[in-house]
C-alpha cells in the first residue's frame, strides 16, 4: 500500500490534522477553535481512508464531524459570552496545560514504541467485507460489548434530558385576547405569568 | 492497475471531484469580484436588521433548547452507525442478529419514551 | 448500446470513466440548475394561476441565465460586522459536501466490448466507493456547517437565529434519513449503490417502493419527507422564512456568495432526490423489461425529474410548518416509525430465511476500476 499517491495523502492528511489541531489551541476564541476542529475531524477520517478502514473513515465522518462537532457548536453558542470575538481567553494554566500534555504524549508513545505490533502482508478485507465482517463480530464474537454499548447510550439519554430540563413551572393561562391590547398604566404593572 | 489500488484509485476521483469543485466555485466567487461594482458607504455595510440600527452584535446567548435535540441526535446517530454493519451481515445470522437488535433498539427506544415522557422532545 | 474500448497507450476507456463521470456530472449540474429553477418557476406560476417567466428567450427559458448573469455583475457587499473568513469559507462549505455526494451516486452503466471480445457493464459513476450510501450519509451530515458558519459569521441576529434553526431541523431530520436508509441496506443486503439498485432490475415491481408492502411504501415516504427537510425546502423551509427571519442564515449575502448558497441547495436537492431514486425507485433501470432499450441515465433523469416536480408540487400546495410542529413531526413521528418499520423488516426477512440465503448475487456489474476489489474475499 506504498505506493506514492497514498503516501502524498497521508502526509497531507496528517499536515492537515495537526495544523488544524495546532489552531484549535491556538485560536484567539473559542468559538474559532470549534470551527477549526472541522479540519482536524475530517483530516482524522481522511488517515482512515489511506488505511483502508473504510467503515471507521465513514464513521469518523459521521459521528465525529457530523455530530460530536455540531453538539459542541451548539453547546458554545448557547454559552453566555463564549461566542463574541471580543471577549478575550484568557488562562493562567497554560504552563500546566503545556506540561500535562506533554507528559502524556510522552507516555502514548512510549507504549506505543514498546508494543509489538503484529505486520501482516495479507491484503486487507475488500470495504464491503469490512463492513460485513465488523457486523458479524458485533453479532457474534462482541454481542455482550454491543448490548453494553446500547446501555451506555441509553444512560447518555436519561442523563442528557434530566440535565436539560429545567424544572418547568404549569404554564399560564393565556391572557385573553384583549389584554394584549395596550391598556391603563396600574393594571400593567400586574405580575404577569411569563418565565 | 494492481488489484491492491482499487478502492484507492476510487477515492482518488472523488479526491480530484471535489478539488475540481473547490476551483469551480473559487473561480465564480473571484469573477464576480471582478465584475462587480464596488460602492461601499457606512449605511450599506451596516448588518441588515430590517432597517433597524442594529443594537451591540449578534453573538449572544441562544436558548438552551437546541442543545437537548443536538445531544440526542449524538445518541441516535451513533446507534444508526452501530446498525449499519449489523445490517450488512444480518442475513448471515439470522433470527439471533433479530434478537439481539431487538434488545440494542428496544433500550434506545425506552430511552425516547422516557425522553417524550419528561416532556424533552416538547418544543416550547 | 455497445461501446468498444478504445485504447491509447496505456490509457483505455474503461480507465478514463470516472473522469468521463465527473465532466458528465459537472455539465449536468451546470446546465440542468437553471432549467430546474424555470422548471419550478413555471410550475408554480401554472399552480397559481399566473404567466410566470415569458420575457427572456422562447417561454422564459433563458431566464435564470439572464438572472445569473445578473448576480455577477451585482455589488459584493462585505458588511462591517462579519467574521472576514468564516464569512467567505460559508458559501463554499455549503456547496462542497453536495458536488462530492455527488461523486459517488451511480447514474447509469455502460456496456464496453474488452479487447477479448467479451462484453462487460460499467457503473457510470466519479468514485465508487463501495460504503456509497454511508458516504452520501455522512456528506450529507457535513452540510449543516454550510449553515452554521454562515449564520455565526454573518453576525445578525436573524442569521444566527435562523442558522440555529436550520442545524436543529437538519440534525433531526438525518436520523430519520439514515434509518429510513439503514431499511434499504436492509432489503438489499449491500451498501453499495450499485448493488442496490441491481437488486431493483427486471421492472418496477422489484422497486424497494414496494418490497415488503406496505413497509417498503412507509419507509420511501419517511425518506421523501426527510429529505425536503434535509434540504430546508417548503413545507419545511423556517430557516429562510421572509416573514420572521428575512432570509435566515444568508441574509447578509450578495452577489454570488448569495448564489452559491442557491446553487448547494439545488445540488443537495438534486444528490437527495438521486439518492432517493436510486433505493427506492429503482436507480437507472427501466419500469418495464420491454423498456430496456432507452438508456439507463434517461431513466435516472426521468425520475429524477419527477421527483423534483414533486418539491415543486410541495412548495406549491403546503403552508410552512411551525417549528415545534416540524420538530414533533421528526422526533415523535418519524423516527420511531422508522425503527419500527426497521425492526418489522428484520422480523420479515428471517421469516423467509430459506429464500433469502443467496444475500449477495454475483454481480452482472464490474466494479469499475475497482475491479478487483471483489475478487479478493
Known amino acids: 500500500m506504498n505506493t506514492l499517491p497514498v503516501q502524498i495523502a497521508f502526509y497531507s492528511l496528517a499536515a492537515l490534522t495537526l495544523i488544524s489541531a495546532a489552531y484549535v489551541v491556538r485560536a484567539r476564541s473559542i468559538i474559532h477553535a470549534g470551527f477549526w476542529l472541522l479540519p482536524c475531524f475530517v483530516g482524522v477520517a481522511g488517515l482512515f481512508a489511506t488505511l483502508q478502514a473504510h467503515f471507521f473513515f465513514v464513521a469518523q465522518l459521521l459521528i465525529y464531524a457530523g455530530a460530536i462537532l455540531v453538539l459542541i457548536l451548539f453547546a458554545l453558542m448557547l454559552t453566555r459570552d463564549a461566542m463574541s470575538l471580543h471577549v478575550p481567553l484568557k488562562s493562567h494554566l497554560g504552563i500546566w496545560a503545556g506540561l500535562i500534555s506533554a507528559g502524556l504524549g510522552i507516555s502514548a508513545s512510549l507504549v506505543l514504541a514498546r508494543q509489538s505490533w503484529s505486520v501482516t502482508t495479507a491484503h486487507p478485507a475488500g470495504p464491503a467485507r469490512q463492513a460485513e465482517a465488523l ?12 448490548e453494553v454499548a446500547s446501555l451506555l447510550l441509553l444512560s447518555a439519554l436519561i442523563g442528557a434530558v434530566v440535565l436539560a430540563k429545567v424544572e418547568r413551572a404549569p404554564a399560564p393561562e393565556p391572557p385573553p385576547l384583549a389584554d394584549t391590547l395596550p391598556e391603563p398604566e396600574e393594571t400593567r404593572k400586574e405580575p404577569v405569568g411569563v418565565e | 492497475m494492481p488489484a491492491d489500488q482499487s478502492s484507492d484509485f476510487s477515492y482518488l476521483a472523488v479526491v480530484v471531484f471535489t478539488f475540481v469543485g473547490i476551483a469551480f466555485i ?22 441588515y436588521e430590517c432597517g433597524v440600527q442594529p443594537i451591540g452584535d449578534a453573538w449572544r446567548q441562544f436558548n438552551p433548547r437546541y442543545y437537548l435535540f443536538a445531544l440526542l441526535f449524538v445518541v441516535f446517530d451513533v446507534e444508526a452507525v452501530f446498525l449499519y454493519p449489523w445490517a450488512v451481515a444480518f442475513r448471515q445470522v439470522g433470527a439471533f442478529a433479530v434478537a439481539e437488535m431487538l434488545i440494542f433498539v428496544g433500550l434506545l427506544i425506552a430511552g425516547l419514551i422516557f425522553a417524550w415522557r419528561r416532556e424533552a422532545l416538547q418544543w416550547e | 448500446m455497445i461501446i468498444p474500448n478504445y485504447r491509447l497507450g496505456p490509457i483505455d476507456l474503461v480507465t478514463l470513466l470516472p473522469y468521463i463521470a465527473m465532466l458528465c456530472i459537472i455539465g449536468f449540474i451546470l446546465a440542468i440548475v437553471p432549467l430546474l429553477i424555470w422548471i419550478e418557476r413555471v410550475v408554480i406560476s401554472l399552480m397559481q394561476d399566473r404567466i410566470g417567466p415569458n420575457r427572456v428567450g422562447p417561454r422564459g427559458l433563458l431566464q435564470t441565465i439572464a438572472d445569473g448573469i445578473k448576480l455577477f455583475f451585482k455589488e459584493d457587499i462585505q458588511p462591517r460586522a462579519v467574521d472576514v473568513r468564516i464569512y467567505y469559507l460559508a458559501p463554499v462549505l455549503a456547496m462542497i459536501p453536495a458536488l462530492t455526494a455527488g461523486a459517488t451516486l451511480p447514474f447509469s452503466t455502460v456496456r464496453f466490448r474488452m479487447e477479448d471480445g467479451s462484453v462487460q457493464t460499467f457503473p457510470m459513476v466519479v468514485g465508487n466507493v463501495n460504503i456509497g450510501i454511508l458516504f452520501i450519509l455522512a456528506m450529507a451530515s457535513l452540510q449543516v456547517y454550510g449553515i452554521i458558519l454562515a449564520g455565526w459569521s454573518s453576525n445578525n441576529k436573524y442569521s444566527l437565529l435562523g442558522g440555529l434553526r436550520a442545524s436543529a431541523q437538519v440534525i433531526s431530520y438525518e436520523l430519520a434519513m439514515s434509518l429510513a436508509i439503514l431499511s434499504a441496506v436492509l432489503m438489499s443486503g449491500s451498501l453499495n449503490l450499485v ?23 412507509i419507509i420511501t415516504v419517511i425518506y421523501l419527507i426527510s429529505m425536503v427537510a434535509e434540504t430546508n425546502r417548503a413545507p ?30 439545488y445540488a443537495s436537492m438534486l444528490v437527495v432526490s438521486g439518492v432517493a431514486v436510486s433505493l427506492w425507485f429503482g436507480g437507472w433501470t427501466s419500469p418495464l423489461p420491454l423498456l430496456d432499450f432507452i438508456p439507463g441515465f434517461i431513466w435516472f433523469l426521468v425520475k429524477l425529474f419527477a421527483l423534483f416536480f414533486v418539491y415543486v408540487w410541495l412548495r406549491a400546495s403546503l403552508p410552512r410548518l411551525r417549528y415545534d410542529a416540524l420538530m414533533n413531526l421528526g422526533w415523535k413521528r418519524m423516527l420511531p416509525t422508522a425503527l419500527v418499520i426497521l425492526f418489522l423488516i428484520a422480523c420479515w426477512n428471517t421469516l423467509r430465511t430459506p429464500q433469502a440465503q443467496d444475500a449477495n448475487p454475483v454481480s452482472e456489474i464490474t466494479m469499475a476500476p475497482a475491479r478487483a476489489a471483489e475478487g479478493e474475499r
Do not use: C
Not at chain 1, 457486523?135 to 454491543?146: D, R, S, T, W
Not at chain 2, 473561480?27 to 451596516?46: D, G, Q, Y
Not at chain 3, 417502493?209 to 417498503?216: E, N
Not at chain 3, 419545511?236 to 454570488?256: C, K, N, Q, R, V
Open chain 3, 236 to 265: 419545511f423551509d423556517l430557516p429562510e422564512a421572509e416573514s420572521e427571519l428575512i432570509a435566515g442564515f444568508h441574509t447578509e449575502y450578495s452577489s454570488m456568495k448569495f448564489a452559491m448558497f442557491f446553487m448547494g441547495e
Open chain 3, 195 to 217: 448493488h442496490v439498485v441491481e437488486a431493483q432490475m427486471n421492472g418496477f415491481w422489484n422497486w424497494n417502493l414496494f418490497a415488503y408492502p406496505p413497509l417498503g411504501f
Open chain 1, 135 to 146: 457486523g458479524e463480530a458485533l453479532i457474534g464474537l462482541y454481542a455482550v460489548p454491543f
Open chain 2, 26 to 47: 473559487a473561480f465564480n466567487l473571484l469573477l464576480a469580484r471582478l465584475l462587480s461594482p464596488s460602492a461601499p458607504t457606512p449605511e450599506k455595510l451596516t448588518t
